[in-house]
């Protein structure tokens, strides 16, 4: 296989007599990226469409995974009720975790008073216990259920509504 080997290509006048050359590629270096071309192809095919791997498959594996080492608690599984052992463990999880914020007497401070008549989420039992699950991001509250757990959600809410007992109708 005979390759015209350096081959000027003539424009020397126009590029202030630098002589330009058209030498083609080395056999191994067109070898090399045909080779490369072919098998990112063939890759591409394979790991699309033939070995069904996706971001999504292995994400949904992490989770189902996870479930099975975490699983998820229900909110079912613990009743709500204000009695007076839910009331006192509550106030010992809100001076711990609400204090700073909602202040000691629930009067308010960076958080919303909660010992007001203007409940802006809700006052029933059902919203305050979504509340402190959920949080409110926009505000800065977090979402305390995954941190506390149901039990411990349930004698918060049961703390502050005891302490606004004649605001929800207890």
């Known amino acids: 296989m005979s390759k015209e080997t350096n081959r000027v290509l003539g424009h020397a006048d126009e590029a202030d007599g630098i002589e330009e050359y058209d030498n083609p590629l080395p ?14 192809f063939g890759y591409g095919v394979w790991y699309h469409f033939i070995s069904d791997r996706s971001q999504e498959g292995k994400l949904a594996a992490e989770m189902q995974a ?52 203007e409940w802006i989420h809700g006052g029933e039992p059902e919203d305050v216990i979504r509340i402190i699950n959920e949080g ?20 918060v809410a049961a703390y502050v509504l005891s302490k606004n007992a004649e605001l929800v109708g207890e």
Not at 27 to 40: E, R, S
Not at 87 to 109: K, P, R, S, T
Not at 137 to 155: A, D, R, S, Y
């Open 27 to 40: 056999d191994w270096w067109l070898g090399l990226l045909w080779f490369t071309v072919i098998w990112a």
């Open 66 to 117: 996870a479930e099975l080492r975490w699983p998820e608690q229900a909110m079912a599984e613990v009743s709500f009720a204000i009695t007076p052992e839910a009331v006192a463990a509550g106030e010992g999880i809100y001076v711990q975790n609400c204090l700073m914020c909602h202040g000691g007497d629930l009067e308010g401070g960076i958080g919303v008073a909660l010992n007001d008549d």
């Open 136 to 155: 409110v991001p926009e505000k800065g509250m977090l979402t305390w259920g995954p941190i506390l757990g149901p039990e411990k959600v349930n004698q």
